[in-house]
């Protein structure tokens, strides 16, 4: 019988899928949109500009955004006024099916839990 152990996890490199069965297994981070996949994605990732989208939006599930370092403007397309600003140790939660763009105001430092499988994204205005 072999025995578990613990495997460590470059998270600037890889994202974490959290599954139903509460199983989690590291992916590597490629280039370009994210791949969507049946659970719950786990990334740590390092900002200094806007995503390259329009918008993105998540149907199977809310999204939760906790900043580390810097700061972003987070945007929901119900409603624009009511954008929140967020600093180191601040977090929001995005509903299910609310279109929103993160905007980078300085460098940053992100958490995200996102759930898939599916999600769509719009292409920038030209």
Known sequence: MTTPRIVPVDVSTHVL????DFSISARERLPGMPRRVDAMTLGIVEMEHDAPHGGEV???GDEILYVISGRVRVVGE???DAALELGPGEAC??????W?????LEPT?????????RGDHRPLPE
């Open 17 to 20: 899928d959290v599954r139903a």
């Open 58 to 60: 998540h149907p199977d």
């Open 78 to 80: 119900s409603d624009p």
């Open 93 to 98: 939660i995005v509903p299910r099916g609310e």
């Open 100 to 104: 929103h763009r993160v905007h980078i």
């Open 109 to 117: 430092k992100l958490v995200h839990l996102t759930p898939g499988p």
